[in-house]
């Protein structure tokens, strides 16, 4: 199974971010989450993830904005789950620990990690770094092509919504390296689930 775990940057000098992360979590990702995620401790949040493309999607939503460190990891759950994520527990959880305490000292704030211990984690890792370090030189008017294309606009679309000629969408769609991105994903999710296929049907029995 997939559990990412989140810790804020630098929570003592700066506000509060977990109500306002796990309102938009749950939401987005409800449909792909096996338990709500929730606050575990202080300023950390968790999440019970099924499947490598949500797992990608919550990776780039969470260090997309620099706030968090973020740990994936994929390994056994004990079942039956608990009533809430801090109630349960098993080998993914333990990965995942290991992972966000990497994170926090890496550029990227991103680590992966497996239990038992898989070189395709470490694989995992740098592949999501390389995604993560092209994203963090987006301008602002990269993101903004970014979000609308994402919406599902097309880049005339998105012109046009903006104010731009579709000449100036495409040079910004191209300096933003959308095409890229867009290419890294699916990819991407598929190493998660291939990590993750020895454990999503073989969870660990509850002693």
């Known amino acids: ?12 000098s700066t506000a509060d971010l977990a109500t306002d992360a796990l309102t ?7 449909d792909h989450l096996m338990l709500p995620a929730d ?5 950390e949040i968790q999440l019970l993830v099924e499947g490598g493309q949500a797992a990608v999607d919550i990776v780039l939503a ?7 460190s973020v ?12 009533a809430s994520i801090r109630e349960s527990t098993g080998d993914a959880f333990i ?22 211990r898989r070189g395709e984690a470490h694989d995992l890792e740098a592949l999501v770094d390389l995604l993560l370090i092209l994203r963090a030189r987006r301008s602002e008017q990269g993101w903004e092509i970014h979000d609308l294309v994402t919406r599902g606009l097309t880049q005339a679309d998105a012109a046009s919504e903006i104010g731009i000629t579709p000449q100036s969408a495409s040079k910004r769609a191209r300096a933003a390296d959308l095409r890229a991105e867009d290419a890294a994903i699916a990819p991407l999710a598929r190493l998660i689930d291939a990590l993750d ?5 073989r969870r ?3 002693p």
Do not use: C
């Not at 199974?1 to 003592?12: E, G, H, L, N, P």
């Not at 938009?24 to 409800?30: D, E, P, S, V, W």
């Not at 969470?62 to 968090?68: D, K, P």
């Not at 296929?197 to 049907?201: N, V």
């Open 1 to 12: 199974m997939i559990v990412i775990t989140a810790d804020q940057v630098d929570s003592r």
């Open 62 to 68: 969470l260090t997309r904005t620099g706030h968090w």
């Open 39 to 43: 606050r575990t401790a202080g300023d």
């Open 24 to 30: 938009a979590l749950n939401t987005k990702f409800a």
């Open 95 to 116: 990965a995942a620990r290991s992972a966000v305490d990497r994170a926090k000292k890496k550029i990227t704030r991103f680590a992966a990690a497996a239990e038992p």
């Open 197 to 201: 296929s020895p454990y999503a049907s």
């Open 204 to 206: 660990e029995d509850t």
């Open 71 to 82: 740990g994936l990891g994929v390994g056994g759950v004990r079942e039956p789950l608990g």
